[in-house]
């Protein structure tokens, strides 16, 4: 079994950051390539960002330049720096772990931008 859990939402102001952590435990045996999804109220779940094993990352069209995706290998952790947000980034944000063939999410983090 693998747990995520995330942290680090809130409430910020346009223009304003956050930074958001998903923590991994359990089952893990070798760096896995991670991602963040969000979902927003009455959209589906989108991919945020993704890090690779190696380190290398993706990012969607909508949040380039403005999120950083990175990782503490030690410490199983990703991270979500958010940077310049706007209101359309409010949403819950979620982990992802492939592990074994089976994935595992966390039960999420809401964040909410007021304009």
């Known amino acids: 079994q693998v747990q995520l859990v995330e942290s680090g939402g809130g409430l910020v102001q346009a223009g304003g950051s956050l930074r958001l952590s998903c923590a991994a435990s359990g089952r893990i045996f070798s760096i896995k390539p991670m991602d963040w999804y969000r979902q927003a109220p009455g959209k589906q779940r989108e991919l945020v960002a993704t890090i690779t094993s190696g380190g290398g990352t993706n990012y969607a069209d909508s949040v380039k330049g403005r999120f950083t995706i990175s990782r503490d290998s030690a410490k199983n952790t990703v991270y979500l720096q958010m940077n310049s947000l706007k209101p359309e980034d409010t949403a819950v944000y979620y982990c992802?772990?492939?592990?074994?063939?089976?994935?595992?999410w966390g039960k999420g983090t809401l964040v909410t931008v007021s304009s």
């Open positions: 992802r772990i492939v592990v074994a063939l089976r994935t595992y």
